[in-house]
């Protein structure tokens, strides 16, 4: 589709969707927002929960002790 397509689309839909009167349709729509944004699949979304139960268990590092140690490691990628 094309961006100008796409744009036009859009505030079609908006309008549209401002004429609404049928409750109903739009919790279907507040549903389907809702949706769109947790696309995560359950692996995901257990990493997520190990990570951060991880940093509440452990702690993090700081920035700037991690780039202390990057720079001993790979010093051929700071010297250019």
Known sequence: MEAQQLQTDKVNIINWINQLQDNSLI?????????????????????IDEALK?????????????????KKRFPHLYNR
Request: charged fraction near 25%.
């Open 27 to 47: 919790e279907q729509i507040k549903s389907m927002m809702v949706s769109d944004i947790c696309l995560l699949s359950n692996e995901q979304k257990n990493a």
């Open 54 to 70: 991880s940093i509440e268990k452990e702690g993090t590092t700081p920035h700037n002790a991690v780039m202390e140690e990057t």
